[in-house]
């Protein structure tokens, strides 16, 4: 991946150390080069708990995988189509472990329940930390190269995961959005479909009990919704054990660093006012250069700086956020 547009939020930890648990999938059974497949009960939830979430699944025996969460072990990176829904463009899972969770999302305003994972056990009206999201192999090429109804991305063009949060049935206040392509800036070098896996941070949702997975696409040519695939993948689903209490609120610490990897400058587009520092460190935690933020973005001459990995610290009102970014 070439470029990368990160939006993540901060949380401040509590004093006390809150449990989590991973949902990996490296458990579930498979034979070589499969996927998950339950032909049972035609039109019902057949999916499987992993970590402490259930990821639901509903297939037809006539028509196959109407949508939700299917564990896979498929490599495939190359061929594109219908045929091939559950390899990842990664061709491995996170860390290239051997097992990750294909996600199709059909629209959740007519499915609601293909989509949303539920949180079980002691997960339940607790808060999510993340996942691990990449593109699917089929809708990662379909975007580069067009397929059947949809077309190659071209400028302005975009694919947008939305995560939702619900307790008690209603939504939660915010939702984050993470794009799997985003093509709309002007320097062409900027855009990118993803294809290595990328954290998506969810504390900003707070105590839940279920989220919603939806995607979107700028191709909905022809009338009929989205042209896009609507699959995409899925790894080390990380939940955990005790609430969000006030000294653990979720701060609006909101911007967007790019491009990632850096070669001479690194741009940093602070949505929150509250922010007054970022400080650039090396991965040992030893500071480099420190930036007043006085406006809304931030330029950061990374041309001198050695090929490797660093942190940015944004800081103000006490708290403060990290996100890690590469220099080639």
């Not at 993340?130 to 397929?147: E, K, L």
């Not at 990328?198 to 839940?208: A, F, I, P, Q």
């Not at 103000?316 to 403060?320: A, I, T």
């Given at each position: 991946?070439?470029?990368?547009?990160?939006?993540?939020?901060?949380?401040v930890l509590a004093t006390t150390v809150r449990a989590q648990t991973v949902a990996t999938f490296d458990d579930q059974t498979l034979s070589t080069d499969t996927a998950y497949v339950n032909l049972a009960g035609t039109g019902s939830d057949v999916g499987f708990n992993d970590g402490l979430a259930h990821f639901p699944c509903v297939y037809d025996s006539t028509y196959g995988w109407q949508g939700g969460f299917a564990y896979?072990?498929?490599v495939d990176s190359v061929h594109t189509g219908y045929m091939f829904p559950y390899s990842v463009k990664a061709a491995a899972g996170y860390g290239g472990s051997s097992k990750y969770c294909a996600v199709y999302c059909n629209d959740p305003s007519n499915f609601t329940?293909?989509?949303?994972?539920?949180l079980t056990g002691a997960a339940i009206n607790k808060?999510?930390?993340?996942?691990?999201?990449?593109?699917?192999?089929?809708?990662?090429?379909?975007?580069?190269?067009?397929?059947?109804s949809a077309t190659a991305f071209d400028s302005g063009s975009w694919f947008l995961l939305t995560i939702k949060g619900y307790t008690g049935g209603s939504l939660t206040a915010d939702s984050v959005n993470f794009y799997l392509a985003d093509f709309r800036a002007a320097d062409a070098a900027s855009r990118y479909i993803l294809k290595s896996w990328?954290?998506?941070?969810?504390?900003?949702?707070?105590?839940?009990d279920s989220l919603q997975f939806h995607l979107n696409s700028s191709d909905t040519a022809g009338g009929f919704g989205m042209n896009t695939p609507a699959y995409f993948c899925i790894d080390n689903f990380t939940t955990h054990e005790s609430t969000l209490g006030v000294n653990a609120a979720p701060l609006a610490y909101a911007a967007k660093v790019y491009p990632n990897p850096a070669t001479n400058a690194l741009y940093v587009d602070v949505a929150d006012a509250a922010v007054t520092t970022i400080l650039l460190t090396d991965m040992a935690g030893q500071a480099i250069s420190t930036?007043?933020?006085?406006?809304?973005?931030?330029?950061i001459n990374t041309s001198s700086l050695p090929s490797g990995n660093y942190m940015l610290h944004l800081t103000?009102?006490?708290?403060?956020a990290t996100v890690k970014f590469v220099k080639q």
């Open positions: 991946m070439r470029t990368f547009t990160l939006l993540f939020t901060a949380v896979s072990n498929k329940y293909y989509t949303r994972v539920a808060p999510v930390s993340g996942f691990y999201v990449t593109n699917s192999t089929y809708g990662y090429n379909t975007i580069r190269d067009g397929y059947f990328e954290w998506v941070n969810l504390s900003s949702l707070g105590n839940v930036y007043a933020v006085t406006q809304k973005q931030v330029e103000g009102n006490g708290k403060s």
